[in-house]
């Protein structure tokens, strides 16, 4: 957690980062090149999917042919278990705090949420992968550890509560990312007044949370109709007996994907006559 470095609550430094700090007048053309650093580096560490990196190597495998589609946490920890699922984690947590590190380098507290922005979207978006990735929860909870641990912390009491009462996670991480933007608001009236330009650090708040809606509205519609899978630390013994190979499908449909599948129900033989 870096927030009394990063944050412009505790010095210039953390308002304005080091290169902002030490080189007061930056020309045009050598701000224009930094936004490259800050927006495109991070994208592209957004863009190394742990989960697919994960699901590859071991198992040899896409995790987004299984449960949900999904590559991030959740999925891979009901697919793969919590070994799987602890590489997933540390990998896109680092990548994030990486980023938000690299931003803050350049022009300070904006840019690292500028940074870790750019890597949020690079998880959702994967450059590398087709531009289908996870729903960025876990950069997202690296975004509020480094740039504000009171945010960061409320949210996390609010999460771990409503899951432990409902068992969705995608609940939970819905109302924490619409929550976000609110806590921004209120916890930091006196920045939003004082600081240049901190309004885009409100403004991305409010993208994320409305980007964190709209990729999880087909779990929300399945919460609603009952359908929605609730999240279990251990694989339940019903999970373990489907992950049997799957009868044949028809030859007509061989080729598709069955996205509510486990592993090893994708890829049923044809029995010979």
């Given at each position: ?130 531009f289908r ?89 399945r919460i ?50």
């Amino acid at each position: 957690m870096l927030y009394f470095f990063l944050s412009p609550h505790f010095s210039e430094l953390g308002a304005e980062g080091l290169i902002g700090y030490f080189w007061k007048d930056v020309p045009l053309a050598a701000s224009l090149l930094l936004a490259f650093v800050y927006i495109l580096i991070p994208y592209l560490l957004g863009s190394v999917n742990t989960a697919i990196i994960v699901s590859g190597k071991f198992y040899h495998d896409d995790i987004r042919n299984y449960g949900s589609g999904n590559a991030g946490f959740t999925n891979i920890m009901r697919i793969y278990g919590k070994r799987a699922a602890i590489i997933t984690f540390v990998g896109d947590f680092l990548k994030t705090v990486l980023a938000i590190m690299i931003g803050w380098c350049c022009f300070g507290y904006l840019t690292a949420y500028i940074a870790g922005f750019a890597c949020f979207l690079g998880h959702i978006f994967p450059v590398y992968y087709r531009f289908r990735g996870g729903k960025g929860i876990l950069c997202l909870t690296a975004m509020l550890f480094m740039l504000d641990w009171r945010i960061f912390l409320v949210l996390l009491a609010i999460f771990l509560l409503v899951v432990a009462m409902s068992k969705y996670i995608s609940f939970g991480s819905v109302l924490c990312s619409v929550l976000f933007p609110l806590l921004f608001n209120r916890m930091n009236k006196a920045l939003l007044a004082l600081v240049p330009h901190m309004y885009l650090c409100q403004l991305i708040a409010i993208v994320i949370a409305v980007i964190v809606v709209v990729k999880h509205w087909g779990n929300l519609k399945r919460i609603f109709d009952g359908t929605e899978s609730k999240f279990q630390f251990k694989k339940s013994k019903a999970a373990v007996d489907e992950a049997a190979p799957a009868d044949p499908e028809p030859e007509a449909a061989e080729k598709k994907i069955n996205y509510g599948a486990l592993p090893g129900q994708n890829n049923g033989k044809k029995k010979k006559k």
